[in-house]
């Protein structure tokens, strides 16, 4: 695979179509209208904003503005500037994602599987170094975690298993060694583990970036300092708010923790039969093609009840807690394709109650907030002077219809300038026509019920499919597998010592998870 994408990013560096970007020092955008995405709701009509070596310099009436001869023009009559949009849970397959990013005018993502080469590729591209189908690419600024750390690794991804703190720590060593940003923890991992994780993070001076954790509870990881939870994990929103649900909220807010929802995952999760049956044309750059394939596939990704109406209504009261929020896609799950999915993430936030603006903030400020508190500066995200020319230039006004930051005249990243026709002509290199093999994107993950708990000879399990067929296993708190059974509705405990241990199961294509205690 790692061969395969390599020799994807030669032949596009051998390309021979013609340069269409525009690189000057000096680009003047004249006369348009800004939504700076500043905390109250601005606009200001009748602006020309000076770029000058990739940071913006001046943003003024026009009539009030000396463009400089030197510069490179454009007219921004009838049009709308916003700062470039963030994808904070990202996933980069491959170089071409870049490209799907930065026409869908994506200038910032958060890669969450990092491998070694994203850090050569997030060095080269963040420097302007990275040519592509005889174009800079000079966006967006990547990000990117450490492999994900998981206790049996990941189905796609393949990373190691992180079953015990000397595996947790060799594999944090390497991460630092190799320069990720970010350290990802994933839904199973023992309390030692995790608190290894904690402790290595506080050191390191990184941040944690990750699921919540089905072993460990929401509650604790709210509590922890892991920075982020990814896609609501943990969360249990539900009509009448129970008490429960409202001490997870509350334990948000009180803990200035960040959340990354990623609705998209959990819309597009109960509706894949109408998405399959009308797929969007942007399918054509689901690469490679197998990964498409695998989406169509009713068998390894059946439509399910996500619960998302709840998710939408989690978002709302949060946002309308001042909570700490940012714009993520999980681009390898179903019918979520880097860049475009951002679009619909969108739309989804203001189908949830989010005006546009307030929709666009989780795109724009709201990640740099983010990445300054991580340390690594508030560098764009707003349109003020003395930030990085991270810029969208849209046909339409996305404060009236959110589904108008689909409508881009162009793109500015890092200061350079791709036009509507650039984009295009790059996206028409990138199209999958791929058939290398692909591994199952996504395994489910569900709850068992077990009882009595504690139990201290027979332990009931319901939750497992009928007449499923996988393997049960029985973990301690050092993350050692105690013993292993085929799929039952009962196991036998007589023979373990008494404590704490962790129930995982998997059939192939969901993990079955609980917690028990043996007396």
């Known amino acids: 695979m790692k061969f395969f994408y390599s ?4 032949i596009a560096s051998i390309n021979l179509q013609a340069q269409c970007l525009i690189d000057s020092s000096i680009i003047a955008i004249k006369n348009i209208t800004v939504i700076p995405m500043t905390d109250t709701l601005t606009v200001l009509n009748n602006k020309t904003v000076i770029i000058q070596n990739k940071v913006i310099t001046q943003i003024s009436d026009t009539n009030l503005v000396s463009i400089p001869s030197t510069a490179y023009v454009i007219n921004g009559s009838g049009k709308y500037l916003i700062p470039g949009l963030c994808d904070m849970h990202a996933h980069l397959l491959q170089r071409n994602d870049a490209i799907l990013e930065l026409a869908n005018g994506v200038t ?27 174009n800079k690419i000079s966006s967006p600024r990547i990000y990117t975690s450490g492999p994900i750390m998981n206790y049996m690794g990941h189905p796609f991804f393949n990373p190691p298993a992180i079953q015990n703190q000397t595996q947790a720590n060799a594999s944090l060593q390497s991460q630092d060694a190799i320069g990720y940003d970010f350290y990802k923890t994933y839904t199973y991992l023992t309390n030692g583990v995790f608190n290894a994780i904690q402790n290595h993070a506080v050191t390191s001076g990184k941040f944690i970036k990750g699921h919540g954790n089905d072993w460990i509870g929401a509650a604790n990881i709210i509590n922890s300092n892991q920075k982020c939870i990814e896609h609501f994990w943990g969360y249990l929103p539900n009509d009448t708010l129970d008490p429960i649900e409202q001490a997870l909220e509350d334990s948000t807010l009180s803990k200035g923790k960040w959340n990354c929802p990623t609705l998209i995952v959990r819309w597009n999760r109960e509706h894949l039969d109408s998405i399959r049956a009308n797929e969007p044309s942007y399918v054509q750059y689901a690469c490679p093609s197998s990964l498409l394939n695998n989406w169509r596939n009713t068998s390894s990704n059946p439509q399910e009840f996500s619960n998302v109406n709840e998710y939408k209504k989690l978002l709302k009261r949060l946002y309308q807690s001042n909570a700490k929020l940012m714009l993520g896609t999980d681009n390898i799950t179903p019918y979520s394709v880097a860049g475009f999915a951002v679009h619909r993430e969108l739309e989804i936030y203001v189908e949830a109650g989010l005006s546009p603006h307030q929709a666009l903030t989780l795109a724009t400020a709201k990640p740099y ?23 969208v230039i849209l046909n339409q006004n996305p404060l009236l219809n959110i589904s108008n930051t689909q409508a881009i005249y162009g793109v500015i990243g890092n200061g350079s300038y791709y036009s509507t026709s650039c984009l295009q002509s790059l996206l028409s290199n990138v199209a999958c026509n791929s058939t290398v093999a692909i591994n199952e994107i996504h395994a489910d993950e569900e709850t068992l019920f077990v009882y009595p708990n504690p139990a201290q000879s027979k332990l009931n399990i319901k939750g497992l499919p009928e007449n499923g067929k996988g393997e049960i296993w029985v973990i301690n708190q050092l993350g050692q597998i105690i013993f292993k059974s085929t799929f039952t509705s009962q196991l036998s405990i007589e023979s373990i010592p008494t404590g704490f241990y962790y129930l995982l199961a998997y059939d192939g294509h969901t993990y079955y998870s609980q917690k028990f205690v043996k007396k």
């Not at 020799?7 to 030669?10: A, D, H, P, Y």
């Not at 969450?112 to 060095?123: A, L």
């Not at 300054?372 to 995200?381: P, S």
Request: with cysteine.
């Open 369 to 391: 907030q983010f990445l300054q508190e991580c340390g690594f500066g508030n560098n764009a995200g707003t349109i003020t002077i003395g930030k990085r020319a991270d810029l």
């Open 7 to 10: 020799l994807l990013f030669i």
């Open 108 to 134: 910032t993502v958060c890669n969450m599987h990092g491998e070694p080469w994203h850090i050569t590729f997030r060095d080269s591209i963040n420097a302007g170094q990275v040519s592509m189908y005889s």
